[in-house]
T-cell receptor
Framework: EDQVTQSPEALRLQEGESSSLNCSYT??????LFWYRQDPGKGPEFLFT???AGEEKEKERLKATLTKKESFLHITAPKPEDSATYLC?????????????FGTGTLLAVQP | NAGVMQNPRHLVRRRGQEARLRCSPM?????VYWYRQLPEEGLKFMVY????????ESGMPKERFSAEFPKEGPSILRIQQVVRGDSAAYFC?????????????FGPGTRLTVL
């Protein structure tokens, strides 16, 4: 069964304290890995798509990387406005579906 | 370019009533997806539709739930005879046709409360 596991469940950082969030996956055939940010009471906001091992994407203080078994979301010098739940999701090969399989997320709190 | 729109944002129903959730995809997007987020759980896929077609409904409960995406108008997720366990946030996402169809953009969600 295709599965996505995120760790840690929650992370508290001081402003400026860099860290990484982990997303490990077990899938039959990875078609793409996605990172989203979700603020309380809102829908997920798209951040990155990664397709192959070794690929990296960057946006402001965030950088996403991908290996054959996991992805990392690196947060450099975070600010309080980076506080949110970060969601990882995968798409797999097979059939005509584009469905996303989500992990349960990492709740990030950045304190000033 | 307006994002994915969902209405209502909040919906309260009593047990046994029907709930209708609406989703208008982003302009130019022809793929629509519905996900459900239960309290303290992750987002779970329900159904994937293109205009007038259901492509994948593997995540839809077998009874009481149905979805459509007509040629004209929004996509509708319909829940008949709601029960307390249906209380959740329901999110719609859309993606464009063609090679960029992988990336899904989400709406703000409809929060359903069943009394």
């Amino acid at each position: 069964e295709d599965q996505v596991t995120q760790s840690p469940e929650a992370l508290r950082l001081q402003e400026g304290e860099s860290s990484s969030l982990n997303c490990s996956y077990t899938v039959s055939g990875l078609r793409g890995l996605f990172w989203y940010r979700q603020d309380p009471g809102k829908g997920p906001e798209f951040l990155f798509t990664l397709y192959s091992a070794g690929e990296e994407k960057e946006k402001e203080r965030l950088k996403a990387t991908l290996t054959k078994k996991e992805s990392f979301l690196h947060i450099t010098a975070p600010k309080p406005e980076d506080s949110a739940t970060y969601l990882c999701a995968v798409q797999v090969y097979g059939g005509a579906t584009n469905k996303l399989i989500f992990g349960t997320g990492t709740l990030l709190a950045v304190q000033p | 370019n307006a994002g994915v729109m969902q209405n209502p944002r909040h919906l309260v129903r009593r047990r046994g009533q029907e709930a209708r959730l609406r989703c208008s995809p982003m302009k130019g997007h022809s793929h629509v997806y519905w996900y459900r987020q239960l309290p303290e759980e992750g987002l779970k896929f329900m159904v994937y539709l293109q205009k007038e077609n259901i492509i994948d409904e593997s995540g839809m409960p077998k009874e009481r739930f149905s979805a459509e995406f007509p040629k004209e108008g929004p996509s509708i997720l319909r829940i008949q005879q709601v029960v307390r366990g249906d209380s959740a946030a329901y999110f719609c996402a859309s993606s464009p046709p063609g090679v960029e169809s992988d990336t899904q953009y989400f709406g703000p969600g409809t929060r359903l409360t069943v009394l």
